[in-house]
């Protein structure tokens, strides 16, 4: 009787009584009840008008086929770096078969919460702090799994299982969180080491393109240079070579060698007004004074 008042009907479920056998009995809907005849299980009752035989017939269970929705209570788990943490949980039921849920298990929702307790220690053991935090959503679906794989004989069907609260020591609380500040300030001098990088890196690029472009001008400086100094080169070889053509064109005429012997008779003469001008040390020709014979030659 004690366990039948505990699955009395929704919206309480824990009710003092069961339904008495008069007959006639209206069943509400999202509810089952489990009925005995002189003691043996008969049949479960659907929603809607049942009729039973009295003082044979006797229902015997009430189960309630909503969702149903249990506070885990906050209980102390070791992770696997040796923290201890208070930890607490809501998990969502479901009855799926009345039959199991009546007779498979003496308290269903005690068992439940019972494996959920220590499915959560079990699973936060594998766990260090950080990737409790980290990996919440994943803790929750393998506690759900393995309430499944459980409770599947008991007719029940977890259908999600959420953390509520997380309790760290105050001391380790202190030490994440100047765990947060260190790596704070970390990033911080990774990103303005990174900016100066940066500024370096555009500096010397810089350079380098001023260097490669002022190479670039001198190349095509002495490029141009050179090919100024070809021309020239080529414009007085050519103004020669017609000087040359005239000359020999002149000398080719009548008394034009004497007209030659007549210019390098000056030029010998003029260049030897200037001996002795600019130094103390004069070397002359042994024939000096026969100009006869150097303008022959």
Known sequence: LK???????????????????????????????????????????????????????RIRYV???????????????????NVTLQIDGVLYLRVMDPYKASYGVEDPEYAVTQLAQTTMRSELGKLSLDRVFRERESLNASIVDAINQASDCWGIRCLRYEIKDIHVPPRV????????????????????????????????????????LASEAEKAEQINKAAGEANAMLVKARAKAEAIQLLAAALAQQHGNAAASLSVAEQYVNAFSKIAKDSNTVLLPANTGDVTNMVAQ
């Open 3 to 57: 366990r039948a008042a505990r699955l009395a009907p929704a919206p309480c479920r824990w009710n003092s009584g069961l339904p008495v056998n008069i007959g006639v009995l209206f069943v509400p809907q999202q509810e089952a009840w489990v009925v005995e005849r002189m003691g043996k299980f008969h049949r479960i009752l659907e929603p809607g008008l049942n009729f039973l035989i009295p003082l044979l017939d």
């Open 173 to 212: 609380k202190e030490s994440m969180q100047m765990q947060v500040e260190a790596e704070r300030r970390k990033r911080a001098t990774v990103l303005e080491s990174e900016g100066t990088r940066e500024s370096a890196i555009n500096v010397a690029e810089g350079q380098k393109q001023a260097q490669i």
């Open 63 to 81: 189960q309630s086929l909503k969702e149903i929705v249990i506070n885990v209570p906050e209980q102390s788990a070791v992770t696997l770096d």
